[in-house]
């Protein structure tokens, strides 16, 4: 009677929503219990990994491992990987009554302000990012958060960009590639970072980055960066890609009449700038 008193005048203090609050009253129970058994099921895991860590000492295998692949790919931790910390990989590590504080990652610590600094100023490093992201390649998915992060406020930080592209999921990994490429193209970095970028990028998708960076008023539009597109276009001639074979034999064109032709010949460079347009509309 009391729990019937209680649901009518819970209904006329929201006569405008009586249906949806009778029907969570209804169903409250139901509710707390499917979120008692996710509860149990999430406690249940928790010692199911503390055992397979507790098992991986008898196993002669690192504890870590463990439970790195719950934070990280499976296919990012190798399997002869160690911590260096854990009693397979120490046997004689000794727990003591009292512990001292932990001793700061220095390196790791100096590391990430290179990688904040280089973040901030929006400065494409590369060797300097390639090495990071060695120092960073345990915490691949956090970083690729962080990178995707920084994109919502500078959708055209390079070093993020690059960041997203050597973190990248399988399934992100061509758009995160193409952006790459078509952003340092349009911020005009020079030709031989741009084409480190592009040697760097996954052999599968570069016919379609070389025909991102055939684009006019940009870093390849040179007579050096047609030369570097035409000997990459040669490597995919038989792939029977149209765009590409247009793209060789219209820039060795290009080059031909820039080599043939005076600098003072207007007329004829003016009539080669229009082809080059109708090529790239």
Known sequence: MNIFFQKQKISKHFRGFPCFFNAVYDYLLLLLDHVYKDIVKMRYDMLWNLLSVTNSEQENQCQRVKILKHFENADSV??????GCCNACSPTLDFL???????????????????NELLNHNELDID???????????YSIGEYAGARAILEG????????????????????EA??????RTANDRGLPLAQLRELYETSGSQFKPALLLILNDEYRTSDTPEGWEFLIEEAKNWQHSNNIQIAALHDCLDFFVLVDEMI?????????????MEEILNA
Do not use: G, H, M
């Open 97 to 115: 009554d009292r512990v001292n504080p932990r001793i700061q990652n220095l390196s790791l610590e100096s590391s990430r302000l290179e990688l």
């Open 78 to 83: 190798d399997n002869d990987y160690k911590c």
């Open 128 to 138: 300097k990012l390639r090495e990071l992201c060695v120092v960073f390649r345990d």
């Open 176 to 181: 995160n590639t193409r952006r790459l490429l």
């Open 262 to 274: 005076p600098a003072d010949t207007e007329y004829f460079r003016e009539r080669v700038e229009t």
């Open 154 to 173: 500078s959708p055209n930080n390079l070093p993020a960009l690059y960041l997203t592209r050597e973190f990248s999921p399988q399934a992100e990994l």
